[in-house]
Nanobody, 124 residues
Framework: QVQLAESGGGLVQAGGSLRLSCAAS????????MGWFRQAPGKGREFVAT????????DYAGSVKGRFTISRDNAKNMVYLQMNSLEPEDTAVYYC?????????????????WGQGTQVTVSS
């Protein structure tokens, strides 16, 4: 069992930065890949970024590549999403998720546990 809690969302102007954090509890965290997803108003949830269990493999959606960075600290049971050069199109609720696999995971069906989400709003 893994429980996840996101924080760090808020309102920011276009071009600004935010760092999202995800606190995880549970013995299996360090063996699980982690991911960030987002859901904009009126849209489905979409993949943003993923990191493998050890932190040495990451991947991103094309829309955020080069602007967002996912990282993890297994000693602290934390996952982060550094978001730079934010755009109004990044406005969404951002969710942290724990995969059933150790390798990078791209689809929702691969994730067993989800946080409640944190709102990110980017103004133009």
């Amino acid at each position: 069992q893994v429980q996840l809690a996101e924080s760090g969302g808020g309102l920011v102007q276009a071009g600004g930065s935010l760092r999202l954090s995800c606190a995880a509890s549970g013995r299996t965290f360090s063996r699980s890949a982690m991911g960030w997803f987002r859901q904009a108003p009126g849209k489905g949830r979409e993949f943003v970024a993923t990191i493998n269990w050890s932190g040495d493999s990451t991947d991103y959606a094309g829309s955020v590549k080069g602007r967002f960075t996912i990282s993890r600290d297994n000693a602290k049971n934390m996952v982060y999403l550094q978001m730079n050069s934010l755009e109004p199109e990044d406005t969404a609720v951002y969710y942290c998720a724990a995969s059933r696999y150790g390798g990078v995971t791209y689809t929702e069906v691969g994730y067993d546990y989800w946080g409640q989400g944190t709102q990110v709003t980017v103004s133009s």
